[in-house]
């Protein structure tokens, strides 16, 4: 049931995306996977409800049709659009500058990547959170460089925000993809995404909200989710540590 406390809040769901280090045999956008019978796209319906969103943009490209007609099977408490990418196989960026309109609405924003499988509780911490603009990170840091690292110094300030960051700070973790923008934050952001999406398409969106994080750390901040059950779904391994360990302690809480 959804407590309307975050009303004025806009999501904007990242779903444009082909996916192609999954090597689906069926092709279809990564938000409409499957886990204990029921796709990511209406997990993360039911999780904003229960946050109490007022609205949700889907950006979406890759096999776009396929997301509406699974939005035409789902109700929804608060109405949901869709943006269309026609350059969805290009950076992530692109589809960040794709919801422009959006961004530059005078709403506070709440943006997600839509391949995360995640405890909904992480929605309500970030919406909760006292900062002006909140982040999540785990810990819990994966290897490699694939997860996207938010670094911070002694002090707790952001210091970088990269797979490959220049300066790790004092200490590092991942970032789960979920950000809580305010809304002159939320202006700037597109206007860097625009920029972006012009001179450097292949640029993938957190490259956009680094620029910013940089030039005025003291707006930004990030909740602490270690304590948390999620993966990010790029890869086969993905979804198989999707469906043998952070279901079964979704399924635990239900």
Known sequence: MSSN????VVAVLLA???GRRLGQ???KPKVLLEFG???LLARHIDALAAAG????VIVTGFEAAQIGRALGAIRAPFP???IGNPRFTEGSVVSLAAAGEVLRSGAAIVLMDGDVLYD???LRRMLESAAENALLVDRELEPGDEPVKLCFDETRRIVDFRKRPENPGAWHGESVGFFRFSPETARALAGRADWYSAHSPRTEYEEAIRDLMLAEPHRFDAEDVTDLAWTEIDFVEDVVKAREVVLPQLEALA
């Open 5 to 8: 406390l975050h009303k004025n």
């Open 16 to 18: 444009a995306g082909v």
């Open 25 to 27: 045999g069926d092709p």
């Open 37 to 39: 019978g029921r796709t």
């Open 53 to 56: 969103v007022g609205e949700l």
């Open 80 to 82: 949901i659009r869709l």
């Open 120 to 122: 909904p509780a992480m």
